[in-house]
C-alpha cells in the first residue's frame, strides 16, 4: 500500500517562509507526476504546483515566483519551499502521487496524502 505522509505546516507571519516535505512509502517502483494542492474552507480545491518525475514544473499564477517545488526521486519525496507568504495562502495543503507504479504489479494509482495546514497571520 502506497502512502503519503506531509510535514512543515504550521503558523508563520506573513511575509514568512514555510518548507513543506511529502514523503511517499511502500513498494514504489516509479512515480510520474507529484504535486501540491491546497483547500480551503468554502473553496474548491486548487493546484498549487506540480513537478514531473523529469523535473518539469507548473504552477499556479498565485504562487508563481514566490513558491518553488522540487523533488528527490531517490527519496519519493517532494518538496515546496514557501516564500513572502500571505493572508490568502491559509488553507490546508495536500500532496498527491500521480502515475504511481509498484513492484507488487499495481499501476497507475493516484494517491493523496492527508493534508497539513498552513496558517499565515497579517
Known amino acids: 500500500q502506497v502512502q503519503l505522509v506531509e510535514s512543515g505546516g504550521g503558523l508563520v507571519q506573513a511575509g514568512g517562509s514555510l518548507r513543506l516535505s511529502c514523503a511517499a512509502s511502500?513498494?514504489?517502483?516509479?512515480?510520474?507526476?507529484m504535486g501540491w494542492y491546497r483547500q480551503d474552507p468554502g473553496k474548491e480545491r486548487e493546484l498549487v504546483a506540480v513537478i514531473t518525475r523529469d523535473g518539469w514544473t507548473k504552477y499556479a499564477d498565485s504562487v508563481m515566483g514566490r513558491f518553488t517545488i522540487s523533488r528527490d526521486n531517490s527519496k519519493n519525496t517532494v518538496y515546496l519551499q514557501m516564500n513572502e507568504l500571505k493572508p490568502e495562502d491559509t488553507a490546508v495543503y495536500s500532496c498527491?502521487?500521480?502515475?504511481?507504479?509498484?513492484?507488487?504489479?499495481?499501476?497507475?494509482?493516484?494517491?493523496w496524502g492527508q493534508g497539513t495546514l498552513v496558517t499565515v497571520s497579517s
Open positions: 498527491n502521487a500521480n502515475g504511481v507504479y509498484t513492484y507488487s504489479g499495481e499501476r497507475d494509482l493516484g494517491v
Open positions: 511502500g513498494s514504489i517502483f516509479r512515480i510520474n507526476d
